[in-house]
């Protein structure tokens, strides 16, 4: 192996590590700006919750698969709803600080038209990340995605993608990427992204 070469491949490893990291990391960047590239057109409130003004936004890509519980779960099913897409792994800390006011909010707001949706990652012995869901009583699908695949691909470039864990997406009822936050969340927070969505119409 030439010398010359060496530093590239060091460098081509060190790059995949860091954006591996990137999405593995648990807790994340509070200040809510996108590194997904292109005009976001959102603004990032002092919370670090970004948010898209409601003729800015743009749909998801496919965000579809097989739930934790081995059912079929497509999110493009959900239009209609304010949709809240939580990314959580039951290794990490701050997913389990949030777990609680996550259930609290959904159950609240499930008759408002609200339906929570987990994008479960890095969980590869699924039954660690089901035995979260029973501690927690969470009443709600989560899709298994130990790969981040989901993650990676159902949002567009320059969107308001989830980029850390916990991260939570909220889409509005046209199933439009509408608000984020790459930090755990408590209920205040959490209902200040959602609540705001139930309002247009």
């Not at 501690?135 to 899709?143: G, I, K, M, R, T």
Request: net charge neutral; charged share 25%; aromatic share 6%.
């Amino acid at each position: 192996m030439s010398l010359d070469r060496a530093p590239r491949r060091t460098l081509v490893a060190v790059g995949v590590l860091t954006a591996a990291l990137a999405l593995s990391a648990c807790g994340g960047d509070s200040n809510g700006k996108s590194g997904g590239g292109g005009n976001t057109n959102f603004v990032t409130n002092t919370g670090g919750i970004s948010t898209v003004a409601e003729d800015k936004r743009t749909a998801t890509e496919k965000i579809a698969g097989e739930t934790l519980d081995g059912e079929q779960l497509d999110v493009a099913d959900l239009k209609g709803k304010v949709v809240v897409l939580n990314v959580w792994g039951s290794w990490c800390g701050p997913c389990r600080a949030e777990a609680p006011h996550f259930v609290k909010v959904a159950a609240d707001l499930k008759d408002q038209g609200v339906e929570f949706v987990g994008l479960n990652t890095r969980d590869f012995n699924k039954q660690q990340a089901l035995t979260f869901e029973e501690d927690y009583e969470v009443p709600y699908p989560s899709l298994y995605d130990p790969n981040g695949r989901l993650i990676l691909f159902g949002f567009p470039k320059g969107t308001l993608n989830p980029q850390s864990i916990p991260s939570t997406v909220v889409l509005d009822k046209e199933g439009r990427i509408a608000a984020r936050s790459l930090m755990a969340l408590d209920e205040k927070k959490l209902r200040s992204m959602i609540e705001p969505l139930l309002k247009e119409k």
